[in-house]
């Protein structure tokens, strides 16, 4: 099934990932275990790049968690009856990451980039320590680690998340997309000159009513400022 992604969209999606500066913003090295599954081979290639893969339109994408440009905005004309926000909790916020890769100034031996928000700990989370460990088995450069360890360590306060019920125009937008949610109660009318607040649609859903559940992340451009 794998083989029915888009070649062409892979493509486009990988000069994405690169910027033009001292070095490529993603890079991906590392030795494939043929004994694993396709899947989990290209599961463990995507923690290079954080990226994801979704099945959409009969075929598998590449998504990409970099900056983007919202598309739709949500409001009360769109958004059918109650909506459901909810907080992530200490298993998903992070005020340290630990981030193993595999160093080629020694020998390829497996070293640990770190990435720690220190005023955070003791502002935000009373001086407990929150440390997560993620590894990197297609990443060989240690500023590309530190890069995607501080990545990690944004994202994790980006911990609100959105449930909401809308019409056949939620089929708009994919999974990966940006949107606005102008909504009143929760005060997000008013931000960013009053287009809404920022997610990440993380989910998509087809209701038996024909509506469609949003599931939706909130989202910040710093995460991905190098």
Known sequence: ELRRAS?????????????RMAFKRYTLNGVVNTAESSLNIIHKMLTSCRGSLVFSGGKYKLIL???ETAALTFDESNVMGDFEITLAGK???????EASFFNPDNEWQADLAYEENTPGRYVYDNGLLLEKKIEL?????????????????SASRNNI??????????????????IYIKLEAPGWNTLNSNAGKKFRVVQIEI????????????????????
């Open 161 to 178: 998340i959105i449930s909401f019920r809308t019409t056949q125009e939620g089929l708009l937008t994919e999974i990966g997309d940006v």
């Open 65 to 67: 968690d970099k900056a």
């Open 91 to 97: 298993d998903v916020i992070a005020n340290r990451i």
């Open 207 to 226: 209701e038996a009513s024909d509506e469609v559940k949003i599931t939706a992340i909130e989202y910040s451009a710093v995460t991905y400022q190098l």
């Open 7 to 19: 070649p062409e969209s892979h493509l486009r999606k990988a000069v994405s990932c690169q910027v």
């Open 137 to 153: 088995p297609y990443t060989a450069n240690r500023i590309m680690a530190q890069y995607i360890a501080r990545q990690n360590l």
